[in-house]
């Protein structure tokens, strides 16, 4: 798939995306944000996912798309907001350990090391579009900064889905590699899961170790 292609146009235009939405989700302070910044990453890491599978009529990239678009872009987004947005209550996320325009400046200067450091036109023959790759990275780095500066469990963990995100864009550049990306997008995808219920647990744990004998007599009928 070439550069100048209409599927390596619109490959390189969901890369970049993908990559804005990851800003986005870096200069913002509200949970809920978090969670549509995360989903629209995913719906268009789904497209970028067809994209590739039309191009090479993989069957196997293609059911991937489609498990990419229901249980990143559906699935997780739904069960986070439901689990922990409404029902733990968050609304604005203050545990942040660097302002947001510092935080901005940081992310600029790793996606510009990610291009210094992976340059595409070095990269090796078979990848889909090269130009992705560095998209890809600065992708990774983007979530790992996320994790980085922001302290609140929830935030760290829509900060390891986009690292998750920014991995799998880069591993469906591989044309040959399509075996493991589906291996390796369910395993993720289940790891993700897990850790949405985990938070989930650990926030009633925090809640309850708070409240005293009388309020949880109250809660029986």
């Known amino acids: 798939m070439s550069v100048t292609s209409a599927g390596g146009i619109l490959l390189d235009l969901c890369s970049v995306l993908i990559l804005l939405a990851a800003f986005a989700c870096l200069g913002s302070k509200l949970f809920n944000r978090y969670v549509i910044y995360y989903g629209l990453q995913s719906w268009l890491l789904a497209l970028a996912c067809a994209v590739v599978a039309h191009r090479f009529a993989s ?32 609304r604005r996320d203050v545990a942040v350990s660097t302002g947001l325009s510092t935080s901005l400046i940081l992310g600029g200067a790793l996606t510009a090391f990610s291009y210094l450091v992976i340059r595409p036109q070095l990269l090796p023959a078979g990848l889909v579009a090269s130009a992705v790759v560095p998209l890809s990275t600065a992708v990774i780095l983007l979530g790992a900064l996320t994790m980085v500066v922001r302290r609140h469990t929830v935030a760290q963990l829509i900060g390891w889905l986009i690292v998750e995100n920014g991995v799998f864009l880069g591993a469906i550049t591989l044309v040959a590699a399509f075996p493991f990306i589906v291996e390796a997008g369910i395993f993720l995808a289940i790891v993700a899961g897990v850790l949405i219920m985990l938070v989930f647990v650990s926030g009633l744990a925090r809640r309850l170790a708070h409240a005293s004998a009388t309020e949880l007599r109250g809660l029986r009928g």
Not at 69 to 90: A, D
């Open 59 to 90: 069957v196997e990239l293609w059911v991937l798309a489609l498990l990419t678009l229901l249980v990143k872009g559906i699935g997780i987004p739904v069960v986070t907001r439901r689990l922990l947005i409404e029902r733990l209550e968050l």
